[in-house]
């Protein structure tokens, strides 16, 4: 009884200082599971951890707003605004089933960002939160939640869009940092432009008869089609980030967190990849900013006649798999691989950076900038011990 009413107040005291109590967390089903054992995670595992956490509220945000207007509507996600019909319809351009897709991303992000901050209050440490920031405004377009408030902001994004030929290329940029690799849509790249209706406006030319027959505009269309290269490039940079800063945990069990949640990042980029290969042939000028878009046939592209020529850029779009690349030693041959991953090179800061280069942080205060910079510059920071 003795000892039974001692680890009672040991674990009564660690929970106390985990704020499990607090957050009205189950105790039990956070705490099962981890290594008593293990040595626990160092002041660098929990950089990373809250960097990784910061940037899966960040695409919490962003993939919560397509998910109202374009992803299945129910109560798990995005609540039961009814969605947009017609931006929905021209997503499926790109695929009959993208409503499900976006809402199961959306599903899946979610879920990093709770269990990376569930398992930092279950080692004692403060959660990240980045609801202060929670600033920017909401699509007022059917189907999106007007009045709620937004980390992120869709509608003015520049897309980087080569990540298209960095993995259909033998080149690796942790060999050539500086390597040039083709846009796939190099519109994307200049100007701004909205990956989300803003109003009714955006919508407005299109409709849906009730044979289910489809009228859309070029510019809804668009729209549509700047979401689904969008949707490839927020995915591939977790697809990188995760592998990366996984060289950098000490801890097994945080080693074993980032190989797990960077598996399904790895999932979402292969998904979305293939989807936006399906644009159609469009060009359009947004009404309201002047900027103009192009978006080519890349079913109908076939770039080099060998991918895994030293110039093998290649805009083909069922060349879905990674192209075998360069790794570690050009003298062992090329392998495929999720690339670029050398710390020298890549990381946290340059995953933040790409974000606010991507425009989704317009509209933020230096303080939203300062906040994640800092973040981003501990992961980096951080550096294997054991």
């Known amino acids: 009884m003795k000892n039974e009413a001692g680890n009672t107040i040991r674990r009564r005291a660690f929970l106390r200082r985990a704020g499990l109590a607090a957050a009205g967390l189950p105790a039990v089903k956070v705490l099962q599971g981890q290594d008593s054992s293990a040595p626990p995670p160092t002041k660098g595992d929990i950089a990373i951890l809250k960097l990784l956490a910061a940037a899966e509220i960040i695409e919490t945000d962003l993939w919560l707003q397509y998910s109202e207007l374009g992803g299945v ?37 979610k879920s990093h960002a709770s269990f990376l901050n569930n398992y930092l209050m279950s080692k004692g440490e403060a959660p990240v939160s980045l609801e202060q920031f929670r600033r920017l405004p909401s699509s007022q377009a059917d189907g999106a939640n007007k009045d709620a408030k937004r980390i992120t902001n869709l509608t003015q994004l520049t897309v980087d869009t080569t990540f298209w030929s960095r993995y259909r290329s ?35 030319g299109s409709s849906l008869s009730s044979d289910n027959t489809k009228s859309l505009s070029p510019f809804l269309q668009a729209i549509a089609f700047t979401a689904g290269f969008h949707f490839a490039f927020i995915e591939q940079g977790g697809t990188s980030l995760y592998a990366t800063l996984a060289q950098k945990v000490s801890s097994l069990e945080v080693l074993r967190i980032l190989l797990s949640i960077g598996g399904s990042e790895i999932m979402h980029f292969q998904t979305w990849q293939d989807k936006a290969g399906n644009a159609l042939p469009v060009t359009v000028v947004d009404p309201k900013t002047n900027v103009s878009v192009t978006f080519t046939d890349l079913t109908m592209a076939k770039g080099e006649v060998s991918p895994e020529s030293l110039n093998g850029d290649t805009l083909q779009a069922n060349l879905i798999m990674p192209e075998p690349t360069h790794f570690l030693n050009p003298a062992l041959g090329p392998v ?7 710390t020298a090179n890549s990381g946290a800061v340059a995953a933040i950076k790409s974000f606010q280069d991507d425009g989704l942080f317009i509209g933020q205060g230096n303080d939203f900038l300062s906040f994640v910079f800092n973040l981003a510059e501990q992961a980096d920071a951080a550096f294997r011990r054991f």
Request: proline fraction near 6%; avoid cysteine; hydrophobic fraction near 30%.
């Open 170 to 204: 033998i080149t690796n940029p942790d060999f050539d940092p500086g390597a040039k690799f083709e846009q796939a849509v190099p519109s994307l790249a200049t100007g701004q432009h909205t990956a989300i209706p803003r109003t009714n406006d955006d919508t407005a």
């Open 336 to 342: 495929a691989i999720i690339r670029p991953t050398s």
């Open 73 to 109: 509507q129910d109560n798990e996600v995005s609540g039961e605004n009814g969605g947009n019909a017609l931006y929905t319809a021209a997503l499926q351009i790109l695929d009959g089933d993208m409503a499900q897709y976006i809402h199961d991303n959306t599903d899946d992000e």
